[in-house]
């Protein structure tokens, strides 16, 4: 099975503060994501990467920075959090298509980001 | 930027009742996938449709992908407890790896 799991399940930090969201999978998958879900709006793409060290913005990268060093491993960088990035945050994976469709995401458990 | 709109966004049945969940992209879709989220958990993938007009099913649910490929359906008859969640619909554009999510369908059973 694949498994996707991420640092911490609850976060609290204040205003300002660097905020590092880590997010491994084991299955060997090419693509990694990271999304918000906020009520009534879905989810939403902050950042997706396709390699290691390659990286593409999403719909809402703004406040947002990735890090994609090694294949298992893709970062979810807040610079200086505000209360606006108050939310869930989802990391996913999924194989790479090559094709003319995607494949299915696989997605870690959450995190759930309270800024003070 | 593509925009995949679901409705509704929330519903609420008797147990056994059906349910009924749309999903609309603003452009054409190469494929279309959905996912159901239990409360407290994440998403997980239920399907994937890609071809014009396809219909697939899955026991109690039933999937179906526009003619147009721009809009899909989830359909689930007699509904369960077990039902419970947000289902959310996502599509991708030809050559795009990246999914664009609906806003999801929270159903809600009365037992």
């Known amino acids: 099975d694949v498994k996707v799991t991420q640092s911490s399940r609850y976060l609290v930090k204040r205003t300002g503060e660097k905020v590092f969201l880590e997010c491994v999978q084991d299955?060997?998958?090419?693509?990694m994501f990271w999304y918000r879900q906020d009520p009534g709006l879905g989810l939403r793409l902050i950042y997706f990467s396709y390699d290691v060290k390659m990286k593409e913005k999403g719909d809402i990268p703004e406040g947002y920075s990735v890090s994609r060093e090694k294949k298992e491993r893709f970062s979810l960088i807040l610079e200086s959090a505000s209360t606006n990035q108050t939310s869930m945050y989802l990391c996913?994976?999924?194989?790479?298509?090559?094709?003319?469709?995607?494949?299915?995401?696989?997605f870690g458990p959450g995190t759930r980001l309270t800024v003070l | 930027g593509q925009q995949v709109m679901q409705i509704p966004q929330y519903q609420h049945v008797q147990e056994g009742e059906d349910f009924t969940t749309y999903c609309n992209s603003s452009?054409?879709?190469?494929?279309i996938q959905w996912y159901k989220q239990r409360p407290g958990g994440h998403p997980v993938f239920l399907i994937q449709l890609v071809k014009s007009g396809e219909v697939k099913k899955q026991k109690r649910l039933t999937f179906q992908f526009g003619e147009a490929k721009k809009n899909s359906s989830l359909h689930i008859t007699a509904t369960q407890t077990t039902d419970v969640g947000t289902y959310f619909c996502a599509g991708s554009n030809f050559g795009n790896e990246k999914l664009t999510f609906g806003t999801g369908t929270r159903l809600t059973i009365i037992p």
């Open positions: 452009t054409t879709l190469s494929n």
């Open positions: 996913a994976s999924s194989l790479r298509a090559g094709g003319t469709w995607s494949n299915e995401q696989f």
């Open positions: 299955m060997d998958h090419e693509n």
